[in-house]
């Protein structure tokens, strides 16, 4: 529970991490939370723990980073990290967390499957979006509780046995639908006041609420991103729920020193060097019979390449005042893969994650 | 992304026949409405923006519908908040006099859909005082009307068919919402009807001893019983309230979805379809080319934003492997200006190239489509200047992009 009284968290990015066990990440379409998710996933394996990776929006975003065919509705290990930690994935889709529910509480799987048949889905995913909701942050938040030696489904197991995994970490709605998404308890309330998803709702809700619980936001640095991680992180506070960090991602360093980006932003670039540059430079083609003009061409790309440095510093400014610390992953040449991964998680642990 | 094959990929002039016009598209009184589609982010909001600038500069009475611009683009037209109504948006500066009006005749307004708002008036609309007061106090109808997914869809169509019958606009510009997927847009409208008549809410809504049940036969009789345990019978009370109350509307909603579906059809109506220049959106521009040709929704064309062209002097001719060896052929220290140009250049080609892959790729398969480039601005476009650029980058008189 959030505490009025407490001072601002300390910022650092241990802090951001400290003992928390549930890492929600959101942050605006496309920017990279699938990859920062995985990425995070298998650097906090690489403490030697087994990690949980839940993507819950049913688009198999993980499948297709590594590569993999499909993945089904269950906890499959998929990656390995150094000290024989471990990421296990499990793509959960509304559909499959609700019969598994039903099974689960009610014994009733034929039941089930005729729901299914009546478009059950539909009405949990349109017109009760608070039961979705519930069900998926539901199954996350089972597996932060679940200990060794526990019922998979049930209990939470031996109060005092080891927690059979030691992270999860999930790949979230975007900013858009975070709050509502994470707030299952009030989108239920208007929904069903008493009852045993009520309940299950509270069990929720005491997980995402309390230090073990903490929501990080994917951004890029630029404008629509950027707003969107602050106005995400309005509301994440706004419920009381706990940030962590901001993953910037895809982050390239400039190819110019700083007086000549800022030069070249404000349109004086010096080409006398540049052209002299050219001179010197040994090029083959008919453009070395005209180094004024290839100069020229590449004046134009310069500035728009000071321009874009120059934005993206003043929005790493920006986010910089936010509060959560900011970690950032590098651009990497050719998209993100399987492949990359490890390179982005081996980053995410030299800024702190995991330690 | 995937590597593109050399071997395919033409250079961009080979298809200049098929080039989009768009000034040729919005000087035609025929055209009444454009539909800026595409998956999200992808400069649909841009896009439709910078079409009504151009369309109002170059006479016509505009009107942009939006639906999510980034603030400060909102900010620059005026709009600081959702509105159902069209607002006038001041066209002052490089083209034209102040207060809405553009060139020879021509204006711009430009609205934000409320799509809570828009819903709230159709049910208004199609119930009498007492049930639209029940259906829009109903918790049901709080979640459908602001959380469906396809709800905003379903009221961005409502808003341009209200705004069409009007009459007072020459052109229409509907953007779309940012959807995951290009087709949830013409998806929607139907997947709405299709809920709100669906077997599930008429099984769930009908009291346990009627028709309904019996039909349906003993084993839908346990279900009902579970969906009541586990939800509560408050639950299943509103949610019957909800569709009983939602009934006598719907018939109505019905009807307008299908009259905008056809109204999309008609040939005053053109789809312009946004993509940028990586895999998933081309790939989701070629579903939804392929879509609107089997819906027969009229294809104006596809507009490729935020691509990287190159220079159009001596540095068009500059190979990547060229400029790299160029830029390591200088001593270390030496030159650093010239070595970060040439290694910017040599990025700039590969992207080139990547991206003239993809777009070959896609004219493989739609031969006819017509296509214009939009290049990317190195800052975002959140004014009437910036949307002038993307006017005029729309139109193939700029295609650089570089400023
Ligand atoms: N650090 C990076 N360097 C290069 N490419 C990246 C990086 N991170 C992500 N990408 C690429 O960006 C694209 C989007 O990434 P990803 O699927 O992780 O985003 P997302 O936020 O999960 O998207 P969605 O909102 O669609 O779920 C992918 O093509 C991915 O390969
Ligand atoms: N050609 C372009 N060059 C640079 N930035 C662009 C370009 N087109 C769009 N943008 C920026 O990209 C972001 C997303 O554009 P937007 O039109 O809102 O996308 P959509 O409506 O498809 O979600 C905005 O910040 C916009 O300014
Ligand atoms: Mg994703
Ligand atoms: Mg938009």
Redesign the interface.
Known sequence: MSDPERGPRDSGPEAAFAGARLHIVTGKGGTGKTTAAAALALSLASRGGRVLLVEVEGRQGVAALLGSAALPYEEREMLRAANGGSVHVLAADAEAALLEYLEMFYGIRRAGQALTRLGAVDFATTVAPGLRDVLLTGKATEAVRRRAGGRRHSSDGPGNAPFHYDSVVMDAPPTGRIGQFLNVNSEVAGLARVGPVRSHADRVMEVIRSERTRVHFVTLLEEMPAQETRDGINEISGLGLNLGAVLVNMVAPPLLGGADLAAAAAGELDTAELVRGLKAARLETASAEAPEALAADLAGQVRAHALRHLLQERVRGELEGLGPPLLELPLLEGGADRAALASLARRLSEQGVGR | ?T?TDPGTAPRPEVSEAGRLDADALVDDPGTRIIVCCGA??VGKTTTAAALGVRAAERGRRTVVITVDP???LAQSMGLEELDNTPRPVPLSGANGAAGGSGGAGGSLHAMMLDMKRTFDEVVREHADPERARQILAN??Y???ST???GTQEYMAMERLGQLRQSGEWDLIVVDTP?S?SALDFLDAPERLGR?LD????R??SAPASTGAFRLLGA??N??GS??G????T??LN??RAFVSAFDTVFGGFQERAERTYRLLQAPGTAFVVVAVPDTDSMREASYFVERLAKDSMPLAGLVINRTHPL?????????AA?AL???D??ATG????????????AE?VRVHEREAGLRARLLSAHRSLRVVEVAAR???V?DLAGLRGIGSALAGEDA????
């Open positions: 992304m590597g999200g982010g980034a603030r400060r918790p049901f709080q979640t459908l959380s469906f997914s940012p995951r809920f669906g077997k599930l809410i099984f769930l084993g839908f346990v279900v579970v969906v345990r586990i939800v509560g408050q639950f509103d949610l220079p159009t002097g001596p540095g068009a001719r500059l190979g060229e060896a160029a830029a052929s200088l030496d030159h650093p200006l010239a070595g970060a140009a040439l290694r910017l250049h700039r190195p800052e975002d959140h650089s992009g570089d400023p």
